[in-house]
């Protein structure tokens, strides 16, 4: 009995009635085909089973058309949204994407790199905020692999950042907090080693400072952004001699921790206090009082992220080091306009 004959991109290329160029193109470059004879080509290679060498292509153009995600905790809330736009935008150019949790651990995110090394990889997407452990930037004959901070700047860096307005975002949200009445407004969140942290702490000062409020150093507090940490934050405020009768957190998970210390305390919200927090994730609108906040564009920071790095594999140099994308303001239920003393 003679061996079954392998499907041949002829034989693609005769079902799908298109020429053998364009079975190529609809395979190794998707985003250059029609949708339509893009699905006619993947109907063919599933009726046809024609495989494509894709090891002997890679070995050929040293490129694995594969992206390396880095990110500390594929738990955070922000991450998946950005993951489906990161997907979506690889997908629609032909590529994947590898995802490493590096759990904020040195020797795990020096691991990685053996993807880059290997050509298992071609670039890097970078959640963690710094550069991984063993590159470094700005130095004389470095040769760093094309790289993209999202969400967390790397500072002191030439890496290019893709993520929200973080100081007009904290700025719009302590405007809203002004305008129904507060003056005396607790920031909690101060994090001199984030970026992220650091940027929305300056768009909170300068509001206040906009509206002839000084900023009191008593209604700064520091938290990790976790909902301990909020939590921990709130109760430490109420060893002070003066409250303040609202606060600004620096992101959702460190709000839903002052509200349940307030709430543990009796306190009537929003009556008695108004929470507002950043990013707007999933629970944001569930907790109670349901949680006033500012809505990252997380899908499309995550398309626009990977729409420039591979910009930068395809050889183009960044147009800009940063993108910055805006915020929108929530309006829920837990912000209300200030009581008369």
Known sequence: ????????????????????????????EPGKVADSTRRKVIEAVAQTGYTTNAMARNLRTRRSHMILILAPDVGDPNFSNILV??????????????????????VRETDYLRFIASN??????????????????????????????????IPNSSIPF????????????????????H???????????????????????TALTAAGISAQTSFILEADGTTESGRAAAERMFVRDRLPTAFFCVNDATALGVLIALTARGYDL?????????DDI???????????TMKQPRLKIGEASMDLLLEMLEGERPTSREILLRSELILRNSVSLRRPA
């Open 85 to 106: 736009g990161l997907e979506t935008e690889a997908s629609k150019r032909g590529y994947g994407v590898l995802i490493g949790n590096t759990q904020n651990d040195p």
């Open 1 to 28: 009995m003679s061996a079954v004959k392998p499907a041949t991109i002829e034989d693609v290329a005769l079902i799908a009635g298109v020429s053998i160029a364009t079975v190529s193109r609809a395979l190794n």
């Open 120 to 153: 298992q990889a071609d670039g890097i997407i970078l959640f963690t905020g710094h550069l991984p452990f063993g590159l470094i930037d700005n130095q004389p004959g470095a040769r760093l692999p094309p790289m993209v901070a999202i969400n967390e700047p």
């Open 183 to 205: 003056r005396e407004i607790a920031f909690i969140g101060q994090s001199p080693g984030r970026a992220v942290a650091q940027l929305r702490e300056r768009g909170f000062r």
């Open 270 to 278: 929003p009556q008695d206090f108004s929470v507002m927090g950043f």
């Open 162 to 181: 893709v993520g929200v307005d973080n100081i007009e975002g904290a700025r719009v949200a302590t405007d809203h907090l002004i305008s129904q009445g």
């Open 282 to 292: 999933s629970f944001a609108s569930f907790v109670t009082p349901s949680l006033t």
